[in-house]
């Protein structure tokens, strides 16, 4: 099976792994994008990538002074006054009002004493503006920057903010550089910003690079997120069943092979302690670790619940906290505060970094009041694919009364649970096993499953040493 590439990517792999080929000596690199796209933290990040090979930068900018520059890219986990000591980044700031010919002069004085292998220009708007003489400027420009870039053999960036009526000074500049990368974002609601960054051109090089999501965050920079979608659905492992946690639930549903899906539904108001004891048992009575990743609670409160329905069955505390501890693990995500790509590289790091054998989404009804069906169902897919390749089984845990999500989860699990009140008020779960008629398990059923399961988890920890 081809390796799975979902999980965050630092700066550096992506260029040497994603974009290999891209960012070479003698190549003009055009940068382009809107204010606050990330022209200028892309640079930077190149400028610390060659700074980790020994390779000097040379950073010419028209925006920024040097102190800002430093102090902004500091939150950004890039020391750049470090960088600058140790001889390898030199700051140069241009005036806005800078000529052109004093502008060559500059890069021309610093390539033959410093030695740069990037020159980066930030932003090489003001001198290609309109103007009387925007063409014969253009080409001189050109023509110059390609020479240096040949001669000294050294990479050239032009960061070039796009604004709709300088398009054609963009275009005369695209033609001529071997790399186009355009940073793109749009805001989704406030605090999340999604960013991708495209390849529009790239001279002579096989790379992989075609829209590539990423974001900018406090501490790391740029992180690169690599697409999930994986191309093939893997079968399920057979070589590994799980059982249900008590004999009722056990002789309808039969076995569930390791990488299927369960769903476990019921009413935002409907909170039986079975919607918890459940999904706790089968963890536990299949003797294997979960993760817990809750949309909705911090780590802590999901512990807790874990503890609450244990001690509640009757289970010393003690015992409870042992298992809570040592089966689970818990995350807290809050899907208001990422786009979905950086929600499924999340899930992906925290299963990929943990031994763990299911994983528990808790609360994804919180997607259907952020995302249209489309995004929901692309996402789900490809979480649940995924996670089948890494062999993990997975547990979806839901309200029902989110019509997107719902059907969602019911049509991709193998199993579904959703618990219900009838007519009576009383408590009811629906079960739905793929390719077997649904049956409904009554109030008294529900009882005697949880009862059975709490007994279990009471056998199980005498049979083991570790819980004495
Ligand atoms: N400490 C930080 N943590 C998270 N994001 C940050 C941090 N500092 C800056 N950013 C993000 O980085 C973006 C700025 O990127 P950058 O300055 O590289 O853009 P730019 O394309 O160069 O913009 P301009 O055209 O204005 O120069 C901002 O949108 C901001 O959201
Ligand atoms: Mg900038």
Redesign the pocket.
């Known amino acids: 099976m081809s390796e799975i590439r979902v999980t965050s990517r630092s700066f550096e792999s992506f260029i040497t792994e994603i974009a290999p080929g891209v960012i070479e000596p003698g190549h003009i690199v055009l940068i382009k994008?809107?204010?606050?796209?990330?022209?200028?933290?892309?640079a930077v990040m190149t400028a610390k990538y060659f700074a980790s090979n020994h390779d000097k930068t040379i950073y010419l900018s028209f925006?920024e002074s040097r102190e800002s520059m430093i102090r902004?890219y500091k939150?950004?986990g890039i020391d750049l006054e470090s960088l600058e000591k140790a001889g390898v980044f030199r700051y140069v700031s241009l005036p806005l009002t800078a000529r052109l010919e004093s502008m060559i002069e500059e890069i021309r004085k610093h390539s033959i004493e410093f030695l740069p292998r990037l020159i980066v220009v930030?932003?090489i708007n003001p001198l290609i503006q309109k103007g009387e003489s925007a063409i014969e400027k253009r080409i001189l420009v050109q023509n110059y920057l390609v020479s240096i870039a040949k001669n000294i053999r050294s990479t050239i960036m032009l960061?070039a903010?796009e604004y709709p009526d300088e398009s054609d000074a963009l275009i005369s500049l695209e033609y001529m550089a071997d790399v186009v990368i355009s940073?793109r974002y749009r805001i989704r609601r406030a605090g999340v910003?999604e960013r991708v960054m495209e390849a529009l051109k790239v001279r002579g090089s096989k790379h992989h690079m075609s829209r590539i999501p990423f974001s900018?965050?406090?501490g790391q920079g740029i992180v690169i997120y690599k697409p999930v979608i994986p191309a093939e659905i893997p079968p399920p492992d057979m070589e590994v069943m799980h059982f249900m946690p008590c004999s009722g639930l056990d002789s309808y549903v039969g076995p569930i092979y390791r990488g299927q899906v369960v769903y476990v539904g019921h009413p935002s108001n409907v909170r039986p302690r079975e919607l918890a004891l459940i999904p706790v048992g089968f963890l536990l009575l299949n003797n294997v670790r979960g993760s817990v990743i809750s949309f909705r609670m911090s780590p802590m409160e999901i512990r807790d619940v874990v503890i609450n329905v244990l001690v509640d069955g009757g289970l010393d505390k003690w015992l409870a906290e042992f298992i809570a501890e040592n089966y689970f693990e818990y995350h807290g995500v809050n899907p208001l505060a990422t786009s979905l790509t950086e929600l499924m590289s999340q899930i992906i790091d925290f299963v990929k970094h943990s031994n763990v054998d299911m994983v528990v989404i808790h609360g994804v009804e919180i997607l259907d009041l952020l995302y249209p069906s489309m995004e929901i169902i692309a996402w789900m897919k490809n979480l649940m694919l995924t996670l089948r390749q890494l062999k993990k089984t997975l547990i979806i845990l839901g309200s029902t009364d989110f019509s997107k999500s719902r059907k969602l989860a019911e049509l991709l699990s193998d199993l579904s649970m959703e618990f219900a009140l009838n007519d009576k008020f009383e408590l009811e779960m629906k079960v739905y096993k793929r390719a077997k008629k649904p049956r409904i398990f009554g109030e008294e059923e529900i009882n005697e499953c949880a009862r059975e399961i709490i007994e279990r988890i009471l056998e199980f920890s005498e049979s083991y040493a570790v819980f004495d």
């Open positions: 994008g809107a204010p606050g796209s990330g022209k200028t933290t892309f925006n902004n939150g950004l930030d932003p960061l903010e940073l910003i900018i965050k406090e």
